[in-house]
Nanobody, 121 residues
Framework: QVQLVESGGGLVQAGGSLRLSCAAS????????MGWYRQAPGKQRELVAA???????NYADSVKGRFTISRDNAKSTVYLQMNSLKPEDTAVYYC???????????????WGQGTQVTVSS
């Protein structure tokens, strides 16, 4: 009922930048929290950044000052601007969205398909 489509991953040199996008669609009444997670090989998935419906943000310590999360409520889209990328940022990045469905106002949480970010040294 809710689909998330991610884009913007790729290969970049250390110090470079990438911008990830994640667009939500489907039977959505409202979107509450939107966030980005990442999972590197052999590691657990971790929160990178999150943004609430009133645009309050939260970042992992490892990305503070380098990454910026934002959202466009009219487009049901969340962005992650990643600057000063480091090799240790290499991972599959997943967006996560929660909110309420249009049909019966039940809560939902959905994950994107993941997009690969590779930072070369």
């Amino acid at each position: 009922q809710v689909q998330l489509v991610e884009s913007g991953g790729g290969l970049v040199q250390a110090g470079g930048s990438l911008r990830l996008s994640c667009a939500a669609s489907g039977s959505i009444s409202r979107i509450n929290n939107m966030g980005w997670y990442r999972q590197a090989p052999g590691k657990q998935r971790e929160l990178v950044a999150a943004i609430t419906s009133d645009h309050s943000t939260n970042y992992a310590d490892s990305v503070k000052g380098r990454f910026t999360i934002s959202r466009d409520n009219a487009k049901s889209t969340v962005y992650l601007q990643m600057n000063s990328l480091k090799p240790e940022d290499t991972a599959v990045y997943y967006c996560n969205v929660d909110g309420r469905l249009k049909s019966d106002y039940r809560r939902f949480t959905s994950w994107g398909q993941g997009t690969q970010v590779t930072v070369s040294s």
